[in-house]
């Protein structure tokens, strides 16, 4: 079990590092987006999190938010999720992680459940909505 945190940190580590190395300039833009997680697919979960790191790597002066409701949940669940190294680094680099409540509701998650990086919201979808109003760009993470 902890090999296998210690080579997901080693993935982690080593594919930002080749993703920023790549960038011969840096955009100063200050992008604010909006991902949307419904799957509790753990590949779409990795995934998610290489897509942020590809961002912050662009645009390392980005504003981003992953909004986790129906199976999505599952990555913000210390039970289940397989991204903790990627969540506690993204965290640090400024990545909202925001848990719908709605979902830990209906699903009858136990609240202690969710990583301490996350935040709750009420409703995950109209945090997204709230998001776009506020002129953030929004994207779909997986299927």
Not at 19 to 35: A, G, H, L, P, R
Not at 75 to 89: C, G, H, P, Y
Not at 93 to 104: L, P, Q, R
Request: charged share 15%.
């Amino acid at each position: 079990m902890k090999l296998n945190f210690f080579l997901t940190g080693l993935l982690v580590w080593s594919t930002s590092m080749i993703c920023m190395s790549q960038s011969t300039t840096v955009n100063n833009t200050k992008y604010k987006i909006v991902f949307q997680l419904t799957s509790g697919d753990t590949m779409v979960h990795r995934s998610t999190t290489l897509q942020i790191y590809n961002a912050l790597a662009e645009a390392p002066n980005s504003e981003i938010e992953l909004v986790c409701h129906n199976a999505g949940i599952s990555i913000l669940q210390k039970s289940k999720t397989v991204s903790n190294i990627e969540i506690m680094d993204l965290k640090a680099k400024g990545v909202v992680f925001a848990a719908c409540a709605n979902t830990i509701r209906l699903r009858k998650i136990d609240p202690a459940d969710i990583v301490p990086e996350a935040i709750t919201v009420p409703a995950g979808v109209i945090e997204i909505a709230d998001k776009q109003l506020k002129g953030w760009a929004y994207l779909k993470a997986g299927n």
